[in-house]
């Protein structure tokens, strides 16, 4: 993590993304992700790279970062598509630090729903859910009766959630449990053309 990425300002914030692992089984269509993958690799330097983060590098990233940096679980890759992505939140928070989370739930099971949901509101700067497209071949969501129900956890434990999704709407399970929160969505989020990989007349370069 150090070797790939900075800590960068947002919205006047000095947040550190962390990309858990390299390659993102969500597989978006909009997301150069065999680049970054060729790239990492070419990065190794005749070492082996590690392409999953263990809980021994966050932590001792975490370790060396100033305490005002916000960690920010997101990057190039669903967070939690790696397994020790909640025992990593874990210990941030057991440090006191500030974090952020943007996710697709993929990878989030019932107890990892938990830890989210209890995530104190004042330790967090930003909480947003990639929501499944219903267009098909956007995106790789696996939509089970987990995935429902964790969506359903956190909705309900969280007002601070932020709601993103692509494409022309969400898919319609997901629909109508928003429904059943009493959420109705208004605009997808505006698509950027991702190192060329989306050509579209509307997209943001
Ligand atoms: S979930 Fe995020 S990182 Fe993964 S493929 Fe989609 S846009 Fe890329």
């Not at 969500?26 to 392409?51: D, K």
């Not at 916000?70 to 941030?92: Q, V």
């Not at 099971?109 to 938990?114: K, Q, R, T």
């Not at 109705?184 to 579209?200: D, E, F």
Request: proline share 5%; glycine share 8%; with cysteine.
């Amino acid at each position: 993590m150090a070797r790939y990425s900075s800590p960068r300002e947002i919205f006047g914030q000095i947040v550190l993304e962390i990309t858990t692992r390299i390659g993102c089984g969500v597989g978006c269509r909009f997301c150069p992700q065999s680049r970054l993958a060729s790239a990492y690799s070419a990065r190794g330097e005749g070492r082996r790279p590690e392409h999953l983060m263990t809980l021994d590098t966050f932590a001792a990233c975490v370790e060396r970062l100033p305490a005002y940096v916000e960690i920010d679980f997101s990057g190039f890759a669903e967070p939690w598509l790696n397994p020790d992505c909640t025992k990593m939140l874990r210990h941030a928070l057991e440090r006191d630090r500030r974090v952020r989370v943007h996710t697709t739930l993929q990878g989030v099971e019932i107890s990892d729903a938990a830890v989210l949901a209890a995530v104190p509101p004042d330790k967090i700067g930003w909480f947003s859910l990639h929501l499944p497209s219903r267009d098909a071949g956007l995106e790789r969501f696996r939509i089970d009766g987990e995935y429902l129900e964790v969506l359903h956890l956190i909705l309900d434990a969280r007002r601070d959630v932020k709601l993103v999704y692509h494409g022309s709407g969400v898919d319609a399970r997901v629909e109508n449990l928003l429904a059943r929160h009493g959420i109705q969505l208004t605009q997808p989020r505006r698509t950027h053309t991702r190192a060329g990989n989306v050509i579209c007349p509307t997209c943001k370069r």
